[in-house]
């Protein structure tokens, strides 16, 4: 009897943990969603708008098509994609556990091999033993 009271609790502590990771992964998709929705949905409003206003005989008046205009539409549609590019690896890094461990660990490898150097000391890489079937 003591060991299906064991087997329901493993039972349930992994039903548990599944589905905190699945809350985990439905918040991470809504933020990059959301992220996504901020940058690029004023940008295609602005290109609904222009192309509205360019078929209809610019009756709205809402853009003057010189150079200016062309210039600042090319830098709204490059910002915004340029800015989510680069939101996007922080918010992995923010959160993704396992991201953040791994880049902290290569950081402070990365810092100590500099700080060797700067002190004097000469870094030697290790060197594996080769087996006789190696050679």
Do not use: C
């Amino acid at each position: 009897m003591s060991i299906q009271v064991i087997k329901n609790m493993h039972v349930q502590t992994h039903e548990k943990s599944l589905a905190a990771r699945r809350k985990e992964a439905t918040w991470t998709i809504i933020l990059f969603t959301l992220l996504y929705a901020v940058f690029n949905v004023p940008a295609a409003l602005y290109e609904m708008l222009g192309a509205v206003d360019l078929y209809t005989e610019n009756r709205f008046d809402f853009f003057s098509w010189d150079l200016g205009h062309r210039y600042f539409r090319n830098m709204i549609s490059v910002l915004s994609i340029g800015l989510n590019a680069a939101a996007n690896p922080a918010l992995y890094f923010w959160r993704m556990r396992g991201m953040r461990t791994s880049t902290k660990s290569r950081f402070s490898t990365i810092a100590l091999k500099l700080s060797r150097r700067s002190e004097g000391q000469v870094i030697v890489p290790r060197r594996r033993n080769l087996t006789t079937s190696e050679l």
